[in-house]
Structures are given as structure tokens and as C-alpha cells.
């Protein structure tokens, strides 16, 4: 089968849960012999020429600053979308599959464009759709309702639609989607064996991106409430962004610079170890399309606490008392109460985490996912035979 992959980004150049599906996806697809493309935009120097065994990477578009503080810049999406659609015009004929991710939008509105051309079957991965509120939030309101018109014009494109949350497919149905989301459930790509949890070390931890929606400054004020209580925990803020200035100032105005450290990016075998010997693994988001890192905790046994908001599909993947504790609000006091109460469980937490992790890994595995997917690719409209098609040469990454 011809199959063609649309993401603006590419593990490893950028790092991210949609960077992660998209290239295992392709490998996973190149190695059961398909012909993979990948289109994106270029993250590396032009002497660079990326690492992905079996698929023909194309570049549709220039090396660009896809965020600034923390957000989605609009130009990169639109010369995405641009270089899309130009590819696709010229070379759809080739594919017997486009999938593509819906978000930042411009890519799915250039495959539905070209589509009727050259009748592909298109798929399409929504790891969130934003409330008209949030959009509002995000953009402010005539921003926020071009973004929301948007979305719901990308959700009532014919497709055949995948979503990581009921929330979010929730969502997409209220959007005016004709079809039914289909679920996905697994993006954990590690080991699948039951954990054998370390002793807890007194230490608290947050991994992932400094942006707004994470809210890692208000981790650091919950943990002073934390401290006051419970003076032999330590706080690890792990990762780096905008943000990153605001959680030092919050580490420095709540006096906290000997029991808590920010010390940015750090090796994945330093990254794993820490998460590993944590008390708790902390995601204060008021936004997540899934939250893999909750599993990732799991996977060794560690509980996490996760905030609940109108907007976090994390808290889809925590079972109150059995893999962590969900805090009512970000405020100081119910998040740090939260993270007291995983302390006051003690071995006994860890042990649940651990048959919660081995009770839901076999849905909750990037594999699983992976068989949906592959399964979705042969459903109708998906392979085609309709005559001689575009076979040109086509080169490696250019």
C-alpha cells in the first residue's frame, strides 16, 4: 500500500507525543513493506539527512520558529498547508492513503482540497479539539473564532477519524463530524512487563515542555505548601520553554533553592532514572490531548497527580487511588494536598500502580494503536487499483 504521512514536525529534530506517533507509525508501516512518505517541515541543517530507515521523507516547507512564547506561530502552518497541497496536486495519485494530523489544520484542508483529484483515502488523527472559549483564551476573540470556524470546518471534511481521548472525541462529534471518531487508546511505546517499583525517594517530579497550558510555576507554589508539611521532599522540574524564567522566579520568591531544581533538558537515561525513583510524577496541565507521561510513570510503579480542567484528557488516564490522585484545582493548597495524600499512601500506591500499569499496558501500547490503525488503512475506500498511477523515481529527503 502507497501511504502518505503529514506532520509539520519529525522526531527526533522536534520531541513531542505527535513527533513520537507519527515517525513509529512510519517505521512500523515501511517495515511491513508499504511505501511511506512523510511530509514536513524542515528541522535540520541541508547537510542533515534524516534518519528514518525505509520512508522517503519530503520537505514541503522552509526551516521556521513553529512557536513563539510557548504558541503555535500562524505562518508555519500556512506554508505548510501550502506545500501540501502543491504536493499532493502533484504527486496524491501516488497514495492509497493520506493521514494526516488535523492540528494546525492547513494540512488537512490541503488533503481534502486535492483529494476529490485523485481519491485517496484520507485519515485523520485530532489529539485535541479546543472549546470555543479556549480558542478565545488562545488567540483572543476574532482570533479565536477563525480557530474555532476552522476546526469545525476540518471536522466535517469526510475522513475517517482517530482520537486519543473521550473527551476529545466527544468533541469532534459535537463539531458536526458526520462519522463516528474511532478511539485510540495507546501511545506507550516502552516495556510491557509488570514493574518492580524502587523504594520512593523523597522527591517530587515534573517532566515535559515549560508552556502556559502546563502551569509548571504553579507546581512550585503548590510545593511550598508541600514543604512546610513535609520538609524532607525535594522538588525536580525537569524540561525547558518559554516558561522555564517563571518557574526559576517561582523557585527563587517562595525560598525553595535548596530543595528544588530546574535544571532543564537532561539525558533520557538521567530522564527515566529520576521518574523512576520519584514519590510521584506532578502534571499540573489545564491542557492535555492524552498525557503519556502518566503512563510512563506507571510503567515503573510511580503514581501521578493530575489537575482536573474542562480541557485535560489526562485525567482519563488516572484511577483515583489506584495509579494516582486527581487534584480538584491548581490552587496551592488542593495540589499540594493532592501530592500529600500520594505521600500518606506510601509502598502501598506504588503497588496498585504497578497492577494498574499491567492491567490496561495491552490498550494502552503504542502497538495497540498501531494494529487499529493499519486495520483502518484496508477498511473501504482504502486500497485502490483505478490504472497507472505517478511512479516517477523519486530521491530521498530534499
Known sequence: MRICLIYDCLFPYTIGGG?????ALAERLAAEGHEVTYLTLRQWDRDVEPDLAGVDVRVVGPRMELYVGGRRRIAPPLVFGLGVLLHLLRHGRRYDVVHTAAFPYFSLLAAALARPLHRYRLVVDWFEVWSRDYWRGYLG???????????????????????????????????????????????????TERPDPAPAQPLVVYAGRHIPEKRVPALVHAFAHVHRQAPE?????????????????????????????????VPTEKLEATLAGALCMVLPSSREGYGLVVVEAASNGVPSVVVDAPDNAAVELVDEGANGVVAESVEPEPLAEAILRVRAAGPELRGRTAEWFERNVPRLSLASSLDVVAEAYGGEGGARDDGPRDVAPRPGCR
Open 19 to 23: 513527533e513520537r506517533w507519527y515517525r
Open 233 to 265: 521532599l525535594r522538588l525536580a522540574i525537569l524540561g525547558d520553554g518559554p516558561e522555564r524564567p517563571r518557574v526559576l522566579q517561582a523557585i527563587a520568591q517562595e525560598g525553595l533553592d535548596a530543595v528544588a531544581s530546574a535544571p532543564g533538558f
Open 141 to 191: 476573540r476574532v482570533g479565536g473564532s477563525i480557530g474555532a470556524f476552522v476546526q469545525r470546518l476540518c471536522a466535517r471534511v469526510p475522513q475517517h477519524a482517530f482520537c486519543f481521548s473521550r473527551l476529545h472525541a466527544a468533541r469532534l462529534h459535537a463539531e458536526g463530524m458526520r462519522s463516528e471518531p474511532q478511539l485510540l487508546t495507546g501511545l506507550y511505546d516502552g516495556s
